[in-house]
């Protein structure tokens, strides 16, 4: 009995531990893919990122009201939230403003998108390096905004030291290290080949921590296009073109990694 006891023991050790190390694959992009395509996608990616405003670089917003169509695809989500860039903070007290303007939005966003209270935001930080003190004031103010509003907060950032400046500050790690106490979730971006394993598609992606971020909660570890100056090891991994196109699809995608198929608990069933 005593020896029965102990082998299940040791089978529930081993089934937590592979349990803890499961990783899910999901992508994001700025246009949303259209409802005729998440059948198929979702063959491949267990989540999505999903939109509250505009996203970088667009002049409209494809994914307000798509919510619906997206869980009952069966996709978890990773909910993002595109953040100011530091040109338009001006000084700090101006920051502060829009930072608590642009929380209340984010969470009116995913109120009326349905998501349920205590999902995570990740906020799109684009600018990498060193935060200045404006880039913070507006941070803190978006995260204490979101958290105040019923959600959690989390950052979207570089894990990387921005390439050709000398420097070696990983944004992830400046924004962690002067959060003061915050509690936010971290989504980094680190293509690099390696630790990048490129545009892949394995069903076990790699963890989040060997991004070399070990606190980070997404890894984004493919981009598209692919930046040819740090994917050289794994450029044959990418289309001809040097994109990274969904299997089954004409559709260009980044690629994720989280531990959770449902990164953002934003999935209501």
Known sequence: MIRRLLLLALAGLVSGNLAAQSTYLGFDRNQYPGDENLKVLRETFAFLGYWLNTPPGETHQEWRGKRQAVESAGFGFLVLFNGRLYAQLKNEENAARIGK??????AASARREGFPGQTVIFLDQEEGG???????????????????????????CSGMAPEGTGESIVTAEDIRQNAAGRKISYFVTKDACPPSPGC?????PPRPVESGVDFADLWQFAQSPKRPDITAACASSYSRDGECY?????LHVDLDTATRADPSGGRTR
């Open 101 to 106: 303007k642009d929380a209340a939005e984010a």
């Open 130 to 156: 060193r935060m200045l003190a404006e880039q913070r004031v507006y941070i803190h103010a978006w995260v204490d905004g979101v958290t105040a509003a019923g959600f959690r907060a989390g950052v979207y």
């Open 246 to 250: 969904a299997p089954g699809t004409k």
């Open 200 to 204: 892949t598609f394995s069903p076990h």
